[in-house]
């Protein structure tokens, strides 16, 4: 049988939403209702998705089809597209099944010709109607399917109501406005090089193909990317018999919400315009006026319009966003849908819903994206200030919030702007390293040139909760380190900007925030949340301070202590550093003997605020390249403490400089080649345990110890061996009873194709994404950010698998190794520490993988909470 591409409102209903959009879907489910929908029909998204399948072309079928049922809605009008005397007018609509911002929007008042509208003036007896109609029509046409742009549109308007000396579109007369439709002719002829169209057939598939060419614009790529939505979804398109708002004054359009967008309140919340058309409420033409005074204009409207708002939030059991259209003083309904909202608005009506009985906790925890809650827990973007700021670049996406400030260029600055001037800055680097921990830390906002999202600043600004736009290639910094080019400007140290890290723009203006608020709903909202989850989910946390932190966020457990973040501060990084640099074994001892009190505090804190809760700590994993120093102080301080000539200790440097640090000698490898650090590290971490133990000994205290970077299980063992027998020495000595467990990481796709001899003697695993991503496809983590753009563009990937998990192949690479490792230890315990344990649809995957936790970076771990909540419910 032939494939249906196209339905009439009255053949579809609300579950067909994968096939007709959420537009189309609702069209039809409000005509199943029998509410007042103008007839229409809607082209399946299977059809945009053929479009594309045969290269961009709208195919004999779908054509004829489309035909066919212009003829049907052409009987159920008594209209006719393009006829002189009667003639159907359409508005054309996109509509996916996600509603997708950023997609071609609306083409309203298609069938319009030099004809048409003559004898359409004729007929409504209304000939300004008809020309602003008109107008309209090739401007909307002109911008949205042409591409031609609608300023100088406006500026034509503006030229008429200047010469007219008026200052309101709506004195235009009949006759400005049929001279301003012949202007935006002869406007498109030399734009596009031929005729407006004047059929409206051709009209009509000009607005199909724009809209199923919307769908690939940029914009669309990109959100799609930002929202999980698969690029083979495509949109569907609705054909809809015109009602107009715009007939006089007992006509009009609105937007209304059934409760507050921005603070969930409930009741009635939107504006309308008398006289107008859709386009003119967003356009900011005129002021529109509060739903509430509808009341007073037409109240019978009014009623009806407030009694269909509680029949749809009942039937479909969530705020709705509507539009309508009341024409000649009879209200059409043009569209409802499930509204955005704040996440403050989520959470409270989520929680109001409950009250109301309208919907149970599991629908609740369903009903909320999981990383809308970013925005409770960060500083974002006054929305009315955003709303007249231009972006000047956009990088990654690296950690959500937003921030602004004036911008330094060094660490050291951002230290003496911020705690000493008491300004708020953003840090701008070509990439950050860990010598910029503290100026990182006193930022509000960090901006680099380069790295991916795995990449340090990435990295630290998700763990510290601190809004990062990374990778952002452009930015041409000054000869003199003190400036920086972007979007055409020059921005020098004190020069505000502002970031968004949750969508990668960065404005070079200074953008009002608002402080992150948790409300109670949050917490009644996580509570729902928590009944529903399975896996466990721990955090990312290299300090007691992130740990506390994570605690309140409802942490579970510590998956990963990285201890090389441990020595970021400036009087840490020196003993570090002479431990990298040393040339002998006792050169090697000393440094390590001024590291071990520094890392066995560090650990009693942590292990002090998690009591009984697990904590995974990793030895030592610095890609050495990080901590090497590279400015010229540093290495004459170095040099002196070692007592070491500066020309030897420049000549060790260049000796460590490495090809491929990422892949160098990092992790594991250092405890094979030094194994004196794996023996320090240990005795810190057990002698931690063994005080902490003495003070409480009620706390159920189990340290994991994990090795990085383990591809062999003789590396394993190894290492494995310097562990427990430095831990067995220290804890017979202690007389305390503590017990340890040794597990590794999984991060090198040899090691999870050989999962099974490694979990001989592996007691856990962790699977280290980051790593595991950059090896499998290759990527440096890095560098990736440079070249991915091109792979998104070309549509080889869709998203960055250094953000989402690929689950294809690293995903079938962790399946792996899970199966193997169960079959030698079928009670190994799984987890994932990579970054990719914050992000939902990874999440989800894991869930599905049978991992028993996720870990993730402190302010992730609600969105964790809930996205294992969603995928428990999901898969139940
Ligand atoms: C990983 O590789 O996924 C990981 C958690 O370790 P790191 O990011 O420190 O290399
Ligand atoms: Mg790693």
């Not at 007929?123 to 742009?149: C, H, L």
């Not at 004036?406 to 951002?414: G, I, P, Q, S, W």
């Not at 003199?480 to 960065?506: A, P, W």
């Not at 005080?691 to 189990?702: A, Q």
Request: glycine share 8%; charged share 25%; aromatic share 8%.
């Amino acid at each position: 049988m032939a494939i249906k591409y196209v339905y009439l409102f009255s053949e579809g209903d609300a579950s067909m939403r994968n096939l007709l959009g959420g537009k189309g879907a609702n069209l039809a489910e409000m005509t199943g209702l029998g509410m007042p929908v103008p007839r229409g029909f809607t082209i399946t998204t299977e059809a945009c998705t053929k479009y594309y399948e045969d290269g961009e072309i709208i195919n004999d079928d779908i054509r004829a089809e489309t035909l066919e049922y212009i003829a049907k809605l052409e009987g159920l009008t008594g209209k006719k597209f393009g006829d002189a005397n009667n003639p159907l007018l359409v508005s054309v609509r996109s509509g996916s099944r996600a509603s997708m911002p950023g997609m071609m929007d609306t083409i309203l008042n298609l069938g319009l010709n030099d004809t048409v509208v003559e004898s359409f003036a004729e007929k409504t007896g209304n000939p300004r109607f008809a020309y602003d109609s008109y107008r309209r029509f090739i401007q909307m046409y002109s911008d949205v399917v042409m591409e031609v742009g609608k300023e100088y549109f406006n500026t034509l308007i503006d030229i008429m109501k200047e010469k007219r000396g008026i200052t309101l579109d709506t004195d235009l007369t009949a006759a400005d406005l049929k001279e301003l439709a012949e202007q935006f002719k002869s406007e498109y002829k030399a734009k596009i090089g031929s005729d407006f169209p004047s059929d409206p057939v051709d009209q009509l598939f000009g607005a199909i193909k724009a809209v199923f060419r919307s769908w690939d614009n940029e914009r669309a790529i990109f959100y799609r990317r930002m929202n999980d939505i698969p690029s083979n979804w495509g949109t569907a398109v609705n054909v809809q018999e015109m009602v107009f708002g715009n007939m006089g004054d007992t006509s009009g359009t609105g937007v209304a919400f059934s409760r507050n967008p921005s603070t969930g309140e409930k009741g009635l919340y939107g504006e309308f315009l008398m006289n107008a058309q859709g386009e003119d409420v967003v356009a900011g033409v005129r002021t529109p006026e509060t739903i509430d005074h509808l009341q007073e204009q037409n109240p019978a409207a009014y009623a009806e319009f407030v009694s269909i708002v509680k029949t749809l939030e009942d039937h479909y059991r969530d705020m709705q966003d509507m539009e309508f259209t009341i024409e000649e003083g009879k209200l059409f309904m043009l569209q409802t849908r499930s509204g955005k909202r704040t996440a403050a608005a989520a959470l409270k009506i989520a929680c109001d819903l409950v009250d109301e009985g309208m919907i149970d906790q599991k629908k609740a925890v369903s009903m909320i994206d999981p990383k809308q809650l970013d925005a409770v827990l960060h500083p974002q973007f006054d929305p009315e200030a955003l709303k007249n700021a231009a972006p000047i670049g956009k990088g990654l996406a690296a950690s959500p919030g937003a921030a602004c400030g004036n911008v330094v260029f060094t660490a050291e600055d951002a230290v003496i702007w911020a705690r000493d001037k008491g300004c708020d800055v953003i840090l701008v680097r070509l990439e950050t390293s860990p010598e910029d921990i503290e100026g990182m830390h006193y930022s509000q906002g960090i901006l680099t040139a380069r790295g991916g999202m795995t990449s340090h600043a990435a990295v630290v600004a998700r763990g510290m909760g601190t809004c990062c736009v990374s990778g952002l290639g452009e930015i041409k910094f000054g000869a003199e380190g003190k400036s920086f080019e972007l979007g055409g400007n020059t921005y020098r140290e004190g020069d505000f900007i502002s970031l968004d890290g949750t969508t990668g723009y960065v404005y070079g203006e200074a953008i009002k925030t608002v402080p992150a608020s948790i409300s109670g709903y949050f917490e009644r909202f996580m509570n729902w949340a928590d009944e529903y989850r399975t896996m466990k989910v721990r955090t990312n946390a290299d300090t007691p301070a992130d740990a506390a932190q994570a605690l309140k966020f409802g942490a579970e457990g510590i998956g990963l202590c990285r201890t090389e973040h441990m020595f970021f501060e400036a009087d840490r990084i020196a003993a570090i550093r002479e431990m990298i640099v040393s040339k002998t074994v006792e050169q090697r001892k000393t440094a390590l003997a001024k590291l071990l009190p520094i890392q066995r505090g560090d650990f009693e804190g942590i292990f002090e605020v998690m009591g009984s809760l697990p904590v995974t700590i990793r030895l030592l994993d610095p890609p050495l390249h990080e901590f090497l120093p590279t400015d010229e102080g540093d290495i004459n301080a170095l040099a002196a403490e070692m007592n070491m000539p500066v020309s030897e200790l420049k000549a060790i440097i260049s000796s460590l400089h490495e090809f491929n640090p990422m892949m160098g000698h990092r992790g594991c490898r250092l405890d094979v080649t030094y194994p004196e650090i794996g023996e320090m590290q240990t005795q810190a971490i057990i002698e931690a345990a063994i005080n902490v133990k003495k003070r409480h000994p009620e706390f159920d205290l189990v340290p994991e110890i994990m090795v990085p970077l383990i591809g062999e299980l003789k590396e394993f063992q190894f290492v494995k061996n310097i562990i427990t027998e430095t831990a067995d020495r220290l804890i017979a000595a202690s007389g305390i009873d503590l017990k340890y467990m040794v597990g590794t990481m999984i991060e090198i796709p040899r090691a999870a194709i050989l999962a099974d001899e490694i979990a001989k003697d592996a007691e856990f695993f962790s699977f280290g994404t980051n790593d595991l991503t950059q090896m499998t496809f290759g990527f440096s983590r890095d560098d990736a950010g440079n070249f991915l753009d091109a792979y998104y563009e070309k549509k080889i990937y869709e998203n960055d698998p250094f953000a989402r998990l690929d689950q294809e192949g690293v995903g079938k690479l962790i399946s792996t190794a899970v199966k193997l490792g169960q079959q030698t230890r079928p009670d190994i315990k799984l987890g994932i520490c990579g970054e990719h344990g914050g992000d939902p649809s990874s999440i989800e995957f894991c869930f599905k993988a049978g991992l028993a936790y996720v870990s993730c970076s402190p302010f992730r771990v609600p969105i964790a909470r809930l996205a294992a909540a969603q995928a428990a419910l999901k898969n139940s």
